[in-house]
């Protein structure tokens, strides 16, 4: 088995029961609750096949629903950050790199990174909080949502991936 899809699998079982069991649970000052599960897509490879990266994102998204109940909403947040990740990271990843590049503070660079990731995780909880309040009537409060909830969520992200360079 390709030490890929195990790193994948993991991943996949570490991220849902950190979001089912802890981080749905948060709401901080009433509008900003962590999409931890979006740092899913973020360490994808360069070379991966897309329809690969879409299957495990939509499958993560489509668990994060079923546990949650938040019908469809996870999954085509999910998979519309899959769709865009492999050109939102050809913009930040240099020309000459490997093709098997796995986006990290390390092959990026810490500011390349910190974009990457603020990009990625603001498609994902934009797409979420939209999907979730299907109106504007109360803008300010879907807006305070993506807002809170990016920057709670960029800087978890943050956080796991300075730990994870550390060991």
């Given at each position: 088995?390709?030490?890929?899809?195990?790193?994948?699998?993991?991943?996949?079982?570490?991220?849902l029961?950190?979001?089912?069991?802890?981080?749905?649970?948060?709401?901080?000052?009433?509008?900003?609750?962590?999409?931890?599960?979006?740092?899913?897509?973020?360490?994808?490879?360069?070379?991966?096949?897309?329809?690969?990266?879409?299957?495990?994102?939509?499958?993560?998204?489509?668990?994060?629903?079923?546990?949650?109940?938040?019908?469809?909403?996870?999954?085509?947040?999910?998979?519309?950050?899959?769709?865009?990740?492999?050109?939102?990271?050809?913009?930040?990843?240099?020309?000459?790199?490997?093709?098997?590049?796995?986006?990290?503070?390390?092959?990026?660079?810490?500011?390349k990174?910190?974009?990457?990731?603020?990009?990625?995780?603001?498609?994902?909880?934009?797409?979420?909080?939209?999907?979730?309040?299907?109106?504007?009537?109360?803008?300010?409060?879907?807006?305070?949502?993506?807002?809170?909830?990016?920057?709670?969520?960029?800087?978890?992200?943050?956080?796991?991936e300075?730990?994870?360079?550390?060991?």
């Amino acid at each position: 088995m390709n030490l890929n899809i195990i790193r994948n699998i993991v991943s996949y079982i570490i991220l849902l029961v950190v979001q089912v069991l802890v981080l749905n649970h948060i709401r901080l000052f009433g509008f900003a609750t962590p999409l931890l599960y979006a740092y899913f897509v973020l360490p994808m490879q360069r070379g991966q096949a897309k329809w690969a990266t879409l299957v495990w994102c939509f499958a993560l998204g489509l668990a994060v629903d079923i546990f949650s109940n938040t019908p469809g909403v996870a999954s085509a947040s999910m998979t519309l950050a899959a769709l865009l990740q492999p050109y939102l990271l050809e913009l930040f990843v240099p020309r000459d790199s490997a093709e098997d590049l796995t986006p990290s503070f390390r092959t990026l660079g810490v500011s390349k990174y910190v974009s990457y990731t603020i990009i990625l995780t603001l498609v994902t909880c934009l797409s979420f909080f939209t999907l979730e309040a299907f109106n504007l009537y109360n803008w300010i409060q879907w807006l305070t949502s993506i807002v809170g909830s990016t920057a709670i969520t960029v800087v978890l992200i943050l956080v796991i991936e300075n730990v994870k360079n550390r060991k």
